[in-house]
């Protein structure tokens, strides 16, 4: 068995724009005048476009300190004495303009609570606002071309139908006679006092160019927007969304619940992809007063409360969308084009939209918290839609815009793709309290401002002659001079027709009888009335052959009519069978629907889980991107170290050969100095053995110490030859020292710092280190060791004998990874001067038993103190190679 492969439901493909030319949002900016207990104004107006912001007293936005002043540039800029009449010929006037040439339009105010949207969009007695200057241009341009009542009639999928005038009136009749319908408020009413008067007649503007051959109709809807919930102000029932809601016994009507939800109406979608609100009121008005009317009776039941900052807070973002139908006339000029497709429907959206606040100034509390709550999260999502927006336009990315994150911005997310124009007017108040939240409005507005539009196109063309609704009523007003030209039209009164046929008659002539003999008088009248009976009889034969032709005429109308009944009744049969299949087919809907609305619902889940995935996906492209470039910076890190390892191998590697070639020459040194130590041993063992065995020969004198004069040295034929290098021996007595001169092992032919404190002392002593090649300084210097190869420091402390030693500590200078220089530590010599006065440990080479108890012999003790002058010390530094150094005295060349 072969299973059928499982289709996939076809994505619907993307709207295309509506035009390729663009427009950006038109953003306006006007200024609140300052109440009388502000005294410091933090706005200033430049010119007809920019505005400047002071930062108030004591608030520093830079670091340092400073004022910063900023200057944000508008498409206008409304100043303090600018009028409503002003305002609405530049912000309000186009958007209607294109409302009657079939475009749509949207028009919100924004800013922050108090600062004057509500008297912007309403205004008050005298100085209406933008909504009813709106709606009086609207109807000023459209008024002669109205149609009568429910000849336009809304569905409930966004659409609007036609009918013909004998339906509408049908259906007038129906609406009056049934109470549960909502009679239609007249014009003539008496208006509301509070908004009686809002226009002058003298400021009433007018459209121009109207297509005189269509007839127009208005419908108002009235919205607001409460905690991200929409309700319709205009239904006669309105519950207040935040109270409970119990029936008659006292109890809740939900069992179990303590509080019912509010009942929020749909968002949804039409066939042209317009978003729309489901099951919203739409009352067809046909003046502005009427209009206005219904527009105040919503306005009252919107939610409005008292907080510190305003006395008549809004607390929902209101829309009251203005909806014109409009269809041509036919040919003739007489009635509608019965055709649905050649319906046009445009709507302005005039958003009054609720202010953002902080309630630590407003002092909100429970209820109103979540109220403010609310309100600045619907305004932080039209910003995100903004910035997604601009975003896109700029950088060329194609980015999802969160429009389902609010019901504001789902609303109004096919303007913004371009069905139709688009304007702001930002509100801001000038006082100084204010200040920090008119920045963050100004920003937005700045970026608004970098957000286009696409424009909408212009409407089709009908293709029936322009005109005919004039040429129609010419054609009636001079068929109706005709008529009275000729009588009067002949629908008058049954005796107005008796007496048309009476002058018809022939007249009759005079009978005036003169004389009793006349005999011409009465024989004419005679014959005059003869031929009136006659013209009279043939008209009754005629009437009665006309009466005869409408009884047949009747008849068979009645035998039409009982035709047309039983079909009537046989299609009234058939109507039952399709009102059981409407009924079917609104069941099978209803369940549609519901479908539909869980799909939306999981649609919505699908967004924010794409939405989650994407931030996941952008976060972890991010932490990739991040990674490669630490990887990058670890793989040149790696090849900086790999050069310099290498460098320091080297340079290692050439110091140990180096030390190394140091250590065997001083091995070969020393065991060259051992060697010619043992040849002098034995030579003078050799001299005091010959010595001991000549006969008459004096005991030799006592040992001396180290600080007494020593035995005269071998003569330079006795000792070993000129290459091999030796000690001095020590010189008799009488003979003076000769001052030698002792170089340190550090003259190489590397270049040294010669690092001696101020602090040091002049010893005077024989034996001084000398240092050819050196630079000579009093403290260490990160200029003098970038110059050297060798440090050497001079360091003077008191011995435990209490003289003073010098000790030269050796180093080598070291260039560092941060292009310094550090120095390490290799060697110490030790300088030390001793007194006469300090005992020694010799023995006398005449003695035969050892003086110290070591058993070593005298003679060859005094040999080696006498010839074996070194020091053995270890190095100062771990970083180094430890060693023996040998400083030993060499000979001075004769």
Request: aromatic fraction near 4%; charge should be positive.
């Given at each position: 068995m072969i299973r059928q492969a499982k289709g996939r439901t076809p994505r619907r493909p993307p709207k295309?724009?509506?035009s390729t030319q663009k427009d950006p949002v038109g953003v306006y900016c006007r200024v609140r005048p300052l109440g009388a207990e502000d005294e410091e104004c933090c706005i200033e107006v430049i010119s007809g476009t920019t505005i400047q912001l002071h930062a108030p007293e004591g608030f520093k936005t830079n670091r340092n300190g400073e004022y910063k002043e900023t200057q944000y540039s508008f498409k206008k800029v409304f100043g303090v004495s600018m009028s409503q009449m002003e305002l609405f010929e530049?912000?309000?006037?186009?958007?209607?303009?294109?409302?009657?040439?079939?475009?749509?339009?949207?028009?919100?105010?924004?800013?922050?609570?108090?600062?004057?949207?509500?008297?912007?969009?309403?205004?008050?007695?005298?100085?209406?606002g933008l909504l009813p200057r709106s709606l009086d241009m609207l109807f000023n341009s459209i008024g002669p071309y109205q149609t009568k009542r429910y000849v336009f009639k809304t569905d409930d999928k966004n659409g609007m139908e036609v009918q013909s005038e004998v339906d509408a009136l049908l259906e007038r009749q129906k609406r009056e006679n049934n109470p549960s319908f909502t009679k239609p408020s007249s014009s003539r009413q008496k208006l509301d006092p509070e908004i009686a008067d809002m226009i002058k007649s003298e400021e009433a503007y007018k459209t121009d160019g109207v297509d005189e051959d269509s007839s127009y109709s208005v419908f108002v809807s009235y919205i607001e927007i409460y905690n991200n919930y929409i309700y319709d102000l205009l239904e006669e029932n309105q519950e207040d969304a935040i109270k409970p809601k119990w029936n008659g016994g006292g109890t809740p009507v939900r069992p179990n619940t303590e509080f019912i939800p509010p009942q929020s109406k749909i968002l949804r979608e039409d066939q042209n992809h317009n978003m729309y609100v489901s099951g919203c009121m739409e009352v067809e008005v046909k003046s502005a007063e009427e209009a206005f009317q219904v527009f105040w009776r919503g306005q009252k039941k919107r939610k409005v409360a008292n907080t510190c900052l305003n006395r008549e807070s809004s607390r929902s973002h209101s829309v009251l969308i203005v909806k014109l139908a409009q269809a041509p006339l036919d040919a003739d000029g007489d009635n509608i084009l019965q055709d649905k497709n050649q319906v046009t429907v445009s709507q302005l959206c005039l958003v009054d939209l609720a202010g953002s606040e902080r309630t630590g100034r407003t002092g909100?509390?429970?209820?109103?918290?979540r109220e403010a709550g609310n309100i600045n999260q619907s305004l932080l999502n039209l910003r995100t839609c903004i910035e997604v927006l601009r975003e896109?336009?700029?950088?060329?990315?194609?980015?999802?815009?969160?429009?389902?994150?609010?019901?504001?911005?789902?609303?109004?997310?096919?303007?913004?793709?371009?069905?139709?124009?688009?304007?702001?007017?930002?509100?801001?108040?000038?006082?100084?309290?204010d200040y920090e939240e008119t920045l963050l409005v100004m920003r937005f507005a700045e970026m608004t401002q970098e957000v286009e539009v696409a424009r909408p196109v212009d409407r089709p063309i009908c293709g029936f002659t322009p005109g005919r609704r004039h040429r129609n009523r010419a054609f009636k007003d001079e068929l109706t001079r005709k008529l009275e030209e000729r009588g009067g039209p002949i629908d008058r009164d049954v005796p107005l027709v008796i007496n048309q046929l009476a002058h018809s008659l022939p007249p009759l002539p005079s009978c005036e009888l003169t004389d009793p003999n006349d005999d011409i008088t009465l024989p004419r009248l005679i014959d005059a009335l003869?031929?009136?009976?006659?013209?009279?009889?043939?008209?009754?034969?005629?009437?009665?052959?006309?009466?005869?032709?409408?009884?047949?005429?009747?008849?068979?109308?009645?035998?039409?009519?009982?035709?047309?009944?039983?079909?009537?009744?046989?299609?009234?049969?058939?109507?039952?069978?399709?009102?059981?299949?409407?009924?079917?087919?609104?069941?099978e809907l209803e369940r549609l629907e519901k479908k539909t609305r869980m799909q939306e619902h999981k649609i919505d889940i699908l967004q924010k889980t794409t939405k989650i995935y994407e931030d996941d996906k952008r976060s972890m492209k991010y932490e990739l991107e991040t990674r490669d470039q630490r990887l990058q910076r670890e793989l040149s890190d790696k090849k900086r170290m790999e050069q310099r390892m290498h460098g320091q191998v080297t340079d290692t590697q050439y110091k140990w050969e180096k030390e190394c070639d140091r250590r065997v020459n001083a091995m070969q040194l020393e065991m060259q100095n051992k060697l010619w130590v043992k040849d002098e041993k034995l030579k003078q063992l050799k001299a005091i053995v010959t010595e001991g065995k000549t006969p008459g020969r004096p005991d030799p004198p006592?040992?001396?110490?180290?600080?007494?004069?020593?035995?005269?040295?071998?003569?330079?034929?006795?000792?070993?030859?000129?290459?091999?290098?030796?000690?001095?021996?020590?010189?008799?007595?009488?003979?003076?020292?000769?001052?030698?001169h002792r170089r340190s092992r550090s003259a190489g032919g590397e270049k040294w710092v010669d690092h001696k404190p101020t602090s040091s002392l002049d010893l005077g002593t024989v034996l001084q280190p000398v240092l050819p090649n050196a630079i000579q300084v009093s403290a260490a210097s990160g200029k003098a060791l970038s110059k050297c190869d060798r440090y050497v420091l001079t360091h003077q402390e008191v011995g435990s004998d209490g003289e003073i030693q010098t000790k030269l500590v050796k180093g080598e200078v070291i260039q560092t990874r941060g292009g310094g220089q550090s120095v390490q530590f290799t060697d110490i010599e030790t300088l030390k001067q001793e007194l006469t006065t300090v005992p020694r440990r010799k023995r006398k080479s005449s003695e035969g038993a050892p003086a110290n108890g070591d058993g070593t012999d005298g003679s060859w003790t005094d040999v080696e103190t006498r010839c074996s002058v070194a020091m053995e010390m270890r190095a100062g530094s771990n970083m180094g190679p430890g060693f023996e150094h040998h400083g030993i005295t060499k000979r001075r060349k004769p």
């Open positions: 295309k724009p509506s530049h912000v309000a006037k186009p958007l209607v303009d294109d409302l009657v040439h079939g475009k749509n339009g949207l028009l919100f105010t924004y800013g922050v609570t108090g600062s004057g949207k509500t008297f912007t969009m309403t205004g008050s007695p005298g100085q209406g909100a509390e429970g209820t109103r918290i896109n336009q700029m950088c060329g990315t194609n980015r999802m815009v969160p429009y389902r994150d609010s019901k504001v911005t789902h609303l109004f997310k096919n303007y913004f793709d371009g069905e139709g124009k688009v304007r702001m007017v930002v509100c801001v108040n000038p006082k100084a309290d003869q031929n009136r009976h006659r013209i009279r009889q043939m008209m009754i034969d005629y009437y009665n052959n006309a009466a005869n032709r409408m009884k047949s005429m009747l008849q068979e109308l009645d035998n039409i009519r009982m035709s047309k009944d039983e079909l009537i009744h046989e299609q009234n049969g058939k109507l039952a069978n399709k009102d059981k299949i409407i009924q079917n087919n609104k069941a006592p040992r001396q110490t180290q600080t007494q004069t020593q035995p005269q040295r071998p003569s330079r034929e006795e000792r070993l030859p000129a290459k091999r290098s030796a000690s001095p021996s020590p010189a008799p007595t009488a003979t003076p020292v000769r001052p030698l």
